[in-house]
């Protein structure tokens, strides 16, 4: 889609609070932050995740400098991907000195923290059989010189090049939870750690029963809009059907439909007949997925969890989000 393309569409999102922009490492772009800007500008956007590999510090410098001081009623997160040790990293990214450039762009966010207040960055890893014998060892290493009680953990999903690179174990992950929240505990404070406490049983729950404890409102309340104008409700339910992993049978493909082809207006998109029938598909518990984007939603759009998070206030477990 051009920027003129964009402008077009974006006065849509009358009602958008949270826009991530994403990869692909979406840096490469020239127009990056200007396709932001539109959204900043057009919508009543609260929160922008910029999630990046952090190969590209002078981008990354260049777009945080240009968005904090224009829009400082809007939080900015930039997300850094962290996959391993040096070795490790280079190795799954196939990039010599990736590493090193990782460390730099954390270090430069470090720094412009102190002077941009809506600024915030993160970093997370996502867990392989490529990387999951040195799990401990990068958690030893992130609590040392990074920020560990900004770190993610998320399983590898999607269409990749080795499947059997997916084949984590669930309990070998589940340790892998427990003990980066245990970390973490000290480090936060009571209600952030009541919160993602009983955010990562509900998560662990889901992973562990292959169902959404929480309702799914992906194509409702979270969608994914592609570089070509696609709408998808979620990044891995037409990669869920491709791979033939629903678990009940859908006539068709998830593409809810092709902006370009709807005048630009998402609200139309989302009217169509057949984005009632997918959003009708995946309440029915029709699909089920690790995607963490979806899971957060849902945790955060369910009341009752709230309830969840007072009794993990006051008898903190993780086992506190599965009840």
């Not at 990056?32 to 190969?55: H, K, M, W, Y």
């Not at 941009?116 to 999951?132: D, E, H, I, M, P």
């Not at 029963?209 to 409102?217: A, V």
Request: glycine letters at 6%; proline letters at 3%.
């Amino acid at each position: 889609m051009t920027l003129a393309e964009i402008k077009k569409a974006v006065p849509r999102f009358d009602n958008l609070f949270q826009l991530t922009i994403s990869g692909g490492e979406p840096l490469l772009r020239d127009d990056c932050f200007d396709i932001v800007s539109i959204f900043c500008e057009q919508t009543p956007v609260r929160r922008v995740t910029l999630a990046t590999n952090g190969s590209l510090p002078e981008k990354m410098t260049r777009f945080v400098k240009e968005f904090c001081p224009r829009y400082p009623h809007i939080a900015l997160s930039v997300n850094l991907s962290i996959d391993g040790l040096k070795d490790t990293h280079d190795s799954i990214r196939a990039v010599k000195g990736s590493f090193e450039k990782m460390l730099e762009s954390f270090d430069l966010l470090s720094s412009m923290m102190k002077k941009y207040k809506n600024l915030k960055r993160a970093t997370a890893t996502t867990v392989s059989t490529s990387n999951q014998n040195e799990i401990p060892e990068l958690m030893d290493f992130i609590e040392r010189r990074m920020d560990i009680a900004s770190h993610g953990l998320m399983l590898m999903r999607g269409d990749v090049r080795n499947a059997n690179k997916k084949k984590v174990d669930y309990e070998r992950f589940r340790r892998m939870i427990l003990a980066l929240e245990e970390r973490c505990s000290h480090k936060r404070g009571r209600i952030v750690s009541a919160i993602s406490h009983t955010y990562q049983g509900r998560r662990l729950g889901s992973i562990e029963n292959r169902r959404m404890l929480d309702t799914c409102l992906a194509g409702e309340k979270l969608i994914i809009m592609d570089e070509k104008g696609q709408i998808f409700p979620c990044e891995l339910l037409e990669v869920l059907r491709q791979q033939y992993e629903l678990k009940l049978p859908f006539k068709g493909d998830f593409i809810l439909g092709n902006i370009r082809e709807h005048d630009y207006d998402i609200g139309k998109v989302l009217e169509s007949a057949k984005a009632k029938r997918v959003c009708e598909f995946i309440k029915n518990d029709g699909c089920w997925c690790t995607f963490e984007c979806a899971m957060i939603n849902n945790f955060l759009l369910n009341p009752v969890n709230y309830l969840r998070v007072i009794k993990n206030m006051l008898h903190p477990s993780l086992k506190g989000g599965l009840s």
